[in-house]
């Protein structure tokens, strides 16, 4: 009825479906990019609870790092490190800017020594004591400057800049702030006149590197989306305005389901820059077999409307399963821990939806209304007659193989391992990962977790047995092959003299000897609580893997648990240490999702073709691509990142649909003839299937113009997996189909029948 409707009035038709998705298009107005790396965590996570709490708790807000690297000399010369000083004024200069920590916060002003005269860029001069040659040895083999602050060559420097921006995550405000910083340090350095490069890292550069990644992306890939679909459905269809009848159809389906998520209120991380390259490409692979069936109801020689009206009856039900079975494997993507995962199941689960709607209203009329030439035999194009010759020839040797394959693929998959790393997250020639790279090499890495020894009173850290305690920890950790650097409050100036001190005759008296002796820009906030009833232990590691840190972080509490007591911890925490952590529950959920469509795969096989057997054949054709893909990628990579776990959950949601096609078309060719069924399902299916497979590869292909790892691996895999999917559909499943139903093999006059 429905069908007869939108055919009836074409007009009406479309300009009612523009409205619609006009109306739900205009919420995509209200999303927003948050570009915090938090957003991949729930608000009461207890992930980022930890990570937050002693955030608070010592004063660690989000920093930038500039890393000065001096090309001629070293940075302890007086003209290299007046750039230094000069960087310092930035706590003045910009309201964003809480403290600027740096090596100057360790030199000692001595009035005996000359001076030394800086000049300002705003023409102004300061004095400061000529001290850099006379403490230059001094710098260099202090505990805590050396390579945390100054590399060991003195050519590096490390200047930490502690942020106080919102917290809402906006990226436009981290944007402002970081290129204001960038200048600032540009023309300090340019008025110098001195050969000195400024490197970036930490965590709000790398918040930078996500939305200018996301930013980039974007540019690139809806624009090469447009170009390679059109360019691509043109060739085959050999007509301009088919191609865009179906392109129309999938950037509508985009554009209303953004909007639906902008009505919901939802937020956008780097990975959704994926979606639109998503939905488009699923909705132009629904939309190819009802064009291909209205093609070749035209070339028959039916009207536009008895045409469309055959190929909405012949795909209606297929198409209806297979949306349903792919919004079913993105809505999979909601048992993740990570909201932005959930984020892109939920808009892909509504791109579909609307894709389906669009395919069986819309779509029709678009067709009759343009003008089709007489285009190409696809079945010749894509040698479907040698196809089906050669599968009913050697049916049992292809499942010979394909049964190798399944077991060879099945023992592979366990060759990888889930290792995610935000700071990896880009390619080795990406700037951010370049800068980063310098951290590892000059100072004591960029992989540091943190835990806080608490003792649960006022002032409790003064105690002897807890001060013994802390002692043992830090001198333990520095034993752990994974270390690279362990610092505490004993590790500053002057400090650990204080540290040592086991009968203290005050309390309060001992509390000023501390904050007297550490640097300002420091914080003493840094290294204790604000109630001093608890230290905090920063742990920089050696570039580890996620389940090599997980290790290293269960080793550790399991330290603490024996050796702390009566006191107690929390930690560790740290962006390496969490996402790792999150990266291990995101694939364990991904598992679940994968289990779940597997059973829904089965059931829908079983329900099309009434038969065990017929769900046992969807099972295996899905699930092998699968782990074949993940076998060849554990000898390519074999590190499970977001990317990779992400395609886990949601694949089969995708390439079940080559499957539904193929397994409806049997039983209805089954239901109407006894002759020559599979090569009948081959010839009328397999074209459709191919085109569809050509279009989702080249679209998910896109993904690898990205410089963001997760849509890389994305892309990658998904695309392996389609592929291997569409020659076991092609080969494996009318093999499996033919011994299964006992098919005979062709008689002398070329017809199979079935027993």
Request: charged fraction near 15%; hydrophobic fraction near 50%; glycine fraction near 6%.
């Amino acid at each position: 009825m429905l069908i007869a409707t939108t055919l009836k009035h074409p007009w009406v038709t479309v300009a009612a479906a523009l409205v619609v998705i006009a109306a739900l298009g205009y919420g995509a107005s209200g999303l927003r990019l948050n570009a915090s790396y938090d957003a991949y965590f729930d608000t009461n996570d207890p992930l980022l609870a930890v990570n937050n709490d002693l955030a608070d708790k010592y004063a660690s807000d989000e920093s930038v790092i500039i890393i000065l690297e001096s090309v001629e000399d070293d940075m302890l010369v007086p003209a290299h490190f007046a750039v230094i000083d000069r960087i310092r004024a930035a706590e003045r200069a910009f309201p964003f800017i809480k403290r600027v920590s740096s090596i100057a916060d360790f030199v000692d002003l001595h009035p005996e020594i000359d001076a030394l005269q800086i000049e300002g860029h705003d023409g102004t001069t300061s004095t400061k004591p000529a001290f850099v040659n006379l403490n230059r040895d001094r710098l260099l083999s202090d505990e805590y400057v050396r390579r945390l602050l100054l590399s060991g060559d003195g050519r590096f420097a490390l200047i930490e800049i502690t942020f106080a921006l919102p917290s809402d995550g906006n990226a436009n405000v981290l944007l402002d702030a970081m290129a204001q910083l960038r200048a600032f340090v540009k023309q300090e350095i340019s008025l110098a006149q001195v050969p000195i490069i400024a490197h970036y890292t930490g965590t709000l550069p790398l918040k930078e590197a996500y939305v200018l990644v996301v930013r980039h992306d974007l540019k690139m890939f809806l624009p090469a989306l447009i170009l390679l679909f059109l360019a691509t459905l043109w060739v085959l269809f050999s007509s301009f305005w088919v191609a865009v009848a179906i392109l129309l159809n999938a950037l509508l389906a985009v554009v209303g389901a953004f909007g639906v998520a902008g009505w919901l209120g939802f937020e956008l991380a780097s990975i959704a820059v994926y979606v639109p390259v998503i939905i488009a490409s699923m909705a132009i692979a629904s939309a190819v077999h009802v064009t291909t069936s209205y093609l070749h109801s035209r070339a028959d020689g039916q009207n536009p409307m008895e045409s469309a009206r055959h190929a909405l009856t012949l795909n209606l039900l297929p198409l209806a399963l297979t949306s349903f079975t792919t919004i079913l494997g993105f809505l999979g993507l909601a048992f993740s821990p990570s909201p932005p995962v959930r984020t892109v199941g939920y808009i892909v689960a509504f791109g579909i939806a609307l894709s389906f709607v669009l395919t069986v209203t819309l779509l029709p009329v678009l067709l009759c209304g343009v003008k089709v030439t007489q285009g190409r035999d696809l079945r010749a194009v894509f040698q479907i007659p040698l196809l089906i010759r050669f599968i009913t020839a050697n049916s049992r040797s292809i499942v010979a193989l394909f049964t190798l394959v399944a077991l060879l693929s099945a023992a592979g998959v366990f060759g990888n391992e889930i290792n995610d790393n935000v700071f990896e997250y880009f390619p080795d020639s990406h700037e951010f990962r370049q800068d980063t790279r310098l951290i590892d090499e000059e100072f004591s890495g960029v992989n540091k977790i943190s835990y806080s020894l608490e003792t649960g009173q006022r002032y409790g850290v003064f105690q002897q047995v807890f001060l013994e305690k802390m002692e043992a920890f830090a001198l333990w950790l520095r034993t752990q092959p994974e270390v690279n650097r362990v610092v505490t409050i004993a590790d500053l100036p002057r400090i650990r003299h204080v540290v040592g001190v086991r009968d203290p005759s005050s309390l309060m008296r001992y509390r000023r000897m501390a904050e007297d002796n550490t640097p300002a820009a420091l914080s003493l906030q840094h290294h204790v609580s604000e109630d001093y009833s608890a230290l905090h232990a920063a742990v920089y590691l050696k570039n580890l893997d996620a389940r090599a840190m997980i290790a290293f972080d269960n080793r550790v509490r399991a330290w603490l648990d024996r050796h702390l007591t009566p006191f107690s911890y929390q930690g560790g925490a740290g962006p390496n240490l969490t996402f790792a952590q999150l990266g291990q529950r995101n694939a364990a959920s991904m598992v679940y999702a994968l289990g779940i469509s597997l059973v829904a795969i089965a059931l829908i096989a079983g329900l099309i073709l009434r038969s065990v057997k017929a769900a046992w054949i969807g099972v295996v054709c899905n699930v092998v691509p699968v782990l074949a893909a993940y076998a060849l990628w554990a000898l390519v990579d074999g590190k499970i990142a977001l990317g990779g776990a992400v395609v886990l959950g949601m694949i089969l949601g995708v390439i079940v649909d080559d499957t539904i096609y193929l397994l409806a078309r049997y039983r209805r060719l089954n239901q109407t003839q006894s002759d020559m069924v599979i090569p009948a399902m081959l010839n009328q299916v397999g074209p459709a299937l191919i085109i569809t497979t050509m279009t989702l590869s080249m679209g998910l292909l896109i993904g690898l113009l990205s410089d963001f790892s997760p849509i890389l691996a994305m892309s990658s895999l998904s695309v392996s997996i389609i592929l291997i999917a569409l020659a076991a559909d092609l080969l494996v499943l009318p093999a499996l189909l033919q011994l299964s139903y006992s098919i005979q093999p062709p008689s002398a006059n070329g017809v199979i029948r079935v027993s």
